[in-house]
Structures are given as C-alpha cells and as structure tokens.
C-alpha cells in the first residue's frame, strides 16, 4: 500500500535540492524585504497570485508546505474505483471511521461429568412420613451398595408403617471449556477507504499553482492537497482547499479479554428407582410391596402399602447421573482500538 512514505519521499527531493531552504527560504532568489497584498513577509513570493491568470480553466493555488493537489475519492472499500490514469498512479491509501467493538465472543462450558453412589442407610419407622416420633429399624444395605438384591437385614412385622432412604451421593468433576477455548477480541474494520492518484497537473505561472481545467477532476474524485499529520487547512488569502478529511494508516489496539472459565456445576442430579420385598422375600424374586424413585436431591419416603408388613429384600434399579450445566465465567472486554498514524486532505468543497 502507498501511504504516507510516498509524501515524505517527494518532500525530502524538493528540501535537498534548495540549499537556500537552510537559510530559511524555499526559493532560489529570495527577497527579503518583500511583503505580500496583506503586509506578511513574503521573501519568495509564494503569495503574488492577484495578477495570476489563466488562458483555459480557474486559477488555483495552495499554501507553502502543502503537497501538490491530487485527486481523492474516499467510501466503501468494496466501490473503490480506479484511478483516471491507471493504477500506476495511486500514490496514497489509507483508512477512516474505524469500527472497533469493545466485545469478545462468549465463553462456552462443556456440560459437567460425575458418577453416583447408592445410599446404604435405609430405616423404617413405626410411623408414618413425616410424622415424627416412632420406633425406628435399620433397613440398611452394604457399603458400598451396587444395588444388587440385598437381604443382609430385614424388619420385623410391625416395625415398618414407613421407609425413608438417604439420598443418592453424587460425584461431580466440574465443566470443560467448550469452543473457543479463550475468548477472541471481535475482529475490527474500517468503515471508509481512501485513495489519492497523481495527476500530472500542469504547473501554474507562480509556484504551487495551476490553472484547472474544466474536465480535470473525474467524477467522484475531488481535488485536494495533503499533509502529513492532523492539520487544520491553510487559511490564507484565496485558500479553496478548505474542505477537511483525515484518514488513517494505522491502529493501536489494546483490547483483549480475560480468560474464559467455567464456574460450578448447577442443576445435576442422580436418580435410581427403589423396589421393596416384603419379609419373606430374600431374593428380590416375587412381587415388590413398594416402588421408591430416590434421588441424590434429598432423601426420600413410602408408606408402606399394608402398615406393619415385614420387609425382606431391596435392589435398586439402573443409577443415572443427569448432568446439569456449569455457567460460563470470563470473556469480558477491556482497553480500546483507536486510530493512529493521521494525514490530512484538504480539498475543493461539493466536489463529491
């Protein structure tokens, strides 16, 4: 890309080919006392453009330490033309209204992984749920319990009006970060692209001047003079090039995220489904006198269907752990992008 560097080469072969410039002048004859239209010291007489005329097109001219006129077009980077004498003279492309969110992209969580353990405290009572007081009976399994049929202990007739089960121990091991891994600052871009061409302009009868003629500007293009960094435009005396446009070479961008994470696992749960024989029943082999869903939520209760019925036998059922979900933590934005590296076009307004 052409940029700023093409300027400053162009003003360093003017400089080095004026040894009058060290005394002060740009200008191989200057005179010292002399004085423009509005009493300013003009040695060189940059500023004589009263009796200036033109035989074709308008007289313009622009302020000492501004670059020649070139034509700029400037808007979407997808519409940029071409300059009106081929891509050899493009000699400037820069970039404005930058657009830079302060976002990054969300952190993810894997759901979270865990295992459950059968409770091995079981009890009855002589009394029905949640009605305290009566007689209790342990009805406990082995520890650990995989919830095969189980008849290490039984209760005696009478003792179990009710059973109530410990609930299920459940094991979790957190969340995995789910894509991305770490949170990406949101891509930045530029709104409007600008491109300056060489034009070859005829020079004028005073220095930086020429007489403009009438199908010089292409459509779409304006006629403006440039200069490194963010000027305000000449005000001088007969100035045309007041119309001012910034564009910008770079970006010093701070913006980042901060590490993604995950926080604690919410909403798991283990489930399992009880079943009950009654006293005669050591091998879980007839029919069950009480069905118990058992969760690792809280612990559970039945009344027992025939209050008083002996209790013989017990197995649970598949144990299946229900992951829930872990909240994502992290992938906040901070710092900011901000343009950098500014020059300046300062052009014939309704030009566009």
Same mark, same amino acid.
């Given at each position: 890309?052409?940029?700023?560097?093409?300027?400053?080469?162009?003003?360093?072969?003017?400089?080095?080919?004026?040894?009058e410039?060290?005394?002060g002048?740009d200008?191989?004859?200057?005179?010292k006392?002399?004085?423009?239209?509005?009493?300013n010291p003009?040695p060189?007489?940059?500023n004589?453009v009263?009796?200036?005329?033109?035989?074709?097109?308008?007289?313009?001219?622009?302020?000492?330490?501004w670059e020649?006129?070139?034509?700029?077009?400037?808007?979407p980077?997808?519409?940029?033309?071409?300059?009106?004498?081929g891509?050899?003279?493009?000699?400037?492309?820069?970039?404005?209204?930058?657009?830079?969110?302060s976002a990054?992209e969300?952190?993810?969580c894997?759901p979270?992984?865990?295992?459950c353990?059968?409770?091995s405290?079981l009890?009855?009572?002589t009394?029905?749920?949640?009605?305290?007081?009566?007689v209790?009976?342990?009805?406990?399994?082995?520890?650990?319990w995989?919830?095969?049929?189980?008849?290490?202990?039984?209760?005696p007739?009478?003792?179990?009006?009710?059973?109530?089960?410990?609930?299920?121990?459940m094991?979790?091991?957190?969340?995995?970060?789910g894509?991305?891994?770490?949170?990406?600052?949101?891509?930045?871009?530029?709104?409007?692209?600008?491109?300056?061409?060489d034009?070859?302009?005829?020079m004028?009868q005073?220095?930086r001047?020429?007489?403009?003629p009438?199908d010089?500007? +292409?459509? @779409?293009?304006?006629?403006? *003079?440039?200069?490194?960094?963010d000027?305000n435009?000449? $005000?001088? #005396? /007969?100035?045309?090039?007041?119309e001012?446009?910034?564009?910008y070479?770079?970006v010093?961008?701070?913006?980042?995220?901060?590490?993604?994470?995950?926080g604690?696992?919410?909403?798991?749960?283990?489930?399992?489904?009880?079943?009950?024989?009654?006293?005669?029943?050591?091998?879980?082999?007839?029919?069950?006198?009480?069905?118990?869903?058992?969760?690792?939520?809280?612990?559970?209760?039945?009344?027992?269907?025939?209050?008083g019925?002996?209790?013989?036998?017990? +197995?649970? @059922?598949?144990?299946?752990? *229900?992951?829930g979900?872990c909240?994502?933590?992290?992938? $906040?934005? #901070? /710092?900011?992008?901000?343009?950098?590296?500014?020059?300046?076009?300062?052009?014939?307004?309704?030009?566009?």
């Amino acid at each position: 890309m052409i940029a700023r560097s093409s300027w400053v080469g162009v003003l360093l072969v003017v400089l080095t080919g004026c040894n009058e410039y060290m005394d002060g002048y740009d200008c191989l004859n200057p005179e010292k006392g002399h004085r423009d239209a509005q009493n300013n010291p003009d040695p060189c007489h940059h500023n004589d453009v009263g009796d200036a005329k033109c035989d074709v097109g308008d007289f313009v001219h622009w302020a000492i330490q501004w670059e020649d006129p070139t034509l700029l077009w400037f808007g979407p980077a997808d519409q940029v033309p071409e300059c009106p004498r081929g891509s050899m003279t493009i000699a400037y492309e820069a970039q404005t209204d930058l657009v830079a969110l302060s976002a990054c992209e969300a952190c993810t969580c894997e759901p979270p992984t865990g295992s459950c353990a059968l409770p091995s405290t079981l009890t009855a009572s002589t009394m029905a749920c949640n009605i305290p007081g009566g007689v209790s009976t342990s009805f406990n399994a082995p520890v650990p319990w995989n919830g095969s049929c189980d008849s290490a202990t039984q209760t005696p007739g009478g003792a179990s009006q009710s059973l109530t089960v410990d609930p299920i121990t459940m094991t979790e091991n957190g969340c995995a970060l789910g894509p991305p891994v770490a949170a990406k600052v949101v891509s930045l871009y530029w709104d409007t692209f600008a491109r300056a061409c060489d034009i070859g302009l005829p020079m004028g009868q005073v220095k930086r001047s020429i007489c403009l003629p009438d199908d010089l500007i +292409s459509p @779409g293009f304006a006629l403006c *003079i440039f200069h490194e960094g963010d000027e305000n435009c000449p $005000d001088e #005396s /007969g100035n045309v090039f007041t119309e001012k446009h910034v564009f910008y070479n770079g970006v010093q961008d701070d913006r980042q995220c901060s590490a993604c994470s995950c926080g604690a696992p919410t909403g798991s749960v283990c489930k399992a489904h009880l079943s009950i024989y009654d006293g005669n029943d050591l091998t879980c082999s007839g029919p069950t006198i009480a069905q118990l869903p058992i969760t690792s939520a809280k612990d559970a209760c039945i009344d027992i269907t025939l209050p008083g019925q002996a209790l013989g036998s017990k +197995s649970v @059922g598949p144990t299946a752990y *229900i992951p829930g979900t872990c909240p994502p933590m992290g992938g $906040d934005a #901070s /710092g900011s992008a901000i343009p950098i590296e500014p020059d300046t076009f300062c052009c014939r307004p309704n030009m566009f």
